[in-house]
């Protein structure tokens, strides 16, 4: 079982920047984050199976970059230029086995719980 555990989360105003952070427990063979406004489905962001094989949503990209540190097994969202529709509850996700990955939720098997993330006009 891996443990995901987002950090970053918090209020700014638009054209701010925010770097959210998800440390994990144990081994992951891809990771990703999700995000879900009220009311709306949940939707993928961006994810990261390795330094050049990376997938952003259209609307983020540009703007957000995901990365990580091995070392520290932590994956980052830097997101920049935000706008007030990417207010959300960010979610880190991760997937424990080989397979296929990208930006469809059903791919990963782990989940964190979250941090909010608003953008004020």
């Known amino acids: 079982q891996v443990q995901l555990v987002e950090s970053g989360g918090g209020s700014v105003q638009a054209g701010g920047s925010l770097r959210l952070s998800c440390v994990a427990s144990?081994?992951?063979?891809?990771m990703g984050w999700f995000r879900q406004a009220p009311g709306k489905g949940r939707e993928g962001v961006a994810s990261?199976?390795?330094?050049?094989?990376?997938d952003y949503a259209d609307s983020v990209k540009g703007r957000f970059t995901v990365s990580k540190d091995n070392r520290k097994n932590t994956l980052y969202l830097q997101m920049n230029s935000l706008k007030p529709e990417d207010t959300a509850m960010y979610f880190c996700?991760?997937?424990?086995?080989?397979?296929?990955?990208?930006?469809?939720?059903?791919?990963?098997?782990?989940w964190g719980q979250g941090t909010q993330v608003t953008v004020s006009s």
């Open positions: 990261f199976l390795f330094a050049d094989h990376t």
């Open positions: 996700a991760a997937r424990g086995f080989g397979g296929s990955c990208g930006l469809t939720s059903a791919n990963y098997n782990y």
């Open positions: 144990g081994y992951t063979h891809c």
